[in-house]
């Protein structure tokens, strides 16, 4: 399986951090929080990872270069202009191969999140080792958060690991999810496309699963939130 990490976001709320410096590269206790995951990732097997870029792109390459000082393979799938996270898939595709993957967020911080479990959450077979028939497969897999206090509104409610628009109780997604290549068919390589229509849409179709993560996580969505998750360092912790 192979991963992907979104990088390519301006991440306009965080300036003036962000005017110099891309937001993945951003640090949280001494490390950038797109190198948090590509530890973790490793750490699971999962070595071969491609990274979108757009803002300061430049910076997120001489980075971390090819990903052999982690033990990973990286790619880049370079970006003009930002072209959202369905988007940013669709470019990347020739890069991902024609199996189901794992995308994550470039600007959370989860420390903690085992991506070994993702391996199998978009299986071929039933339980029993059958094939399912094409049209039942899961065309993705969401990971599911506690809902923050920034976004108390929730994103998606659960049923019998089933992702649903209605219902209560409502989680966030927590920007890690797994996706069969088809499920970005639609979009044209290069055109811009945001990833949560596409969800609501397969939703609704009973085609998208997920489960709930209770581990750390945050979105450092703003400085506030960065300067919350470093505050233990400044203290001498």
Known sequence: ???????????????????????????????????????????????????????????????????????????????????????????ARHLLGDQPFVAIAGDIYCPHFDFSKVRDVLEDNDPWGKPYPAGDRDLGWLYLVKNPAHHPQGDFALANFSITNHGEPRYTFSGIGVYRPELFDTIVAGDSAKLAPILREFADQGKIGGEVYRGDWTDVGTIARLEQLNAPLKAGS
């Not at 991963?3 to 306009?12: H, L, Q, T, Y």
């Not at 097997?45 to 792109?57: K, R």
Request: glycine share 12%; aromatic share 4%.
């Open 1 to 91: 399986m192979k991963a992907m990490i979104f990088a390519a976001g301006r991440g306009e709320r965080m300036r003036p951090l962000t005017d110099t410096c891309p937001k993945p590269l951003l640090k949280v206790r001494g490390r950038p929080l797109i190198v948090w995951h590509i530890l973790n990732l490793v750490r699971a097997g999962l070595s071969d990872i491609v990274i979108n870029h757009a803002h300061l792109g430049h910076m997120i390459e001489e980075t971390l270069g090819d990903g052999s000082q982690y033990g990973a393979k990286l790619v880049y799938s370079a970006e003009g202009n930002a072209l959202e996270t369905a988007g940013g898939i669709a470019k």
